[in-house]
């Protein structure tokens, strides 16, 4: 049975840094393709993150100011996030699939139950 466990989140303002972690169970992260995911209310859900063997991928807007990576002994998969900006504000998901990059959630078939990141003004 394969688990994700996402924790991290919380209240930050502007500025601040926050780091989330997933714990996965079940699927080694060395050997899937994970991404991290975030939906604000009312927005569907948007990639915000990934990570494969070799390569890691992030949407525009975050891109220099979030950093995806990974502890294979840990089985874990992080996203470092800093110089946050309220409009960072929303539930934050891990997912993990089979397969290579993809920004479309459909094609992840794991995902945690998403951590909220807030980020006030």
Known sequence: ????????????QAGGSLRLSCAVSGRTVSSTFMGWFRQAPGNKREFVA?????????????KGRFTISRDNAKN????????LKPED???????????????????????GQGTQVTVSS
């Open 89 to 111: 504000t929303a539930v934050y998901y891990c997912a993990s699939r089979v397969g290579p990059y993809s920004d479309y959630e459909g094609w992840y078939d794991y995902w």
């Open 76 to 83: 874990t998969v992080y996203l470092q996030m800093n110089n």
């Open 1 to 12: 049975q394969v688990q994700l466990v996402e924790s991290g989140g919380g209240l930050v």
């Open 50 to 62: 990934g990570q494969s063997s070799i390569s890691t991928y992030y949407r525009v807007s975050v």
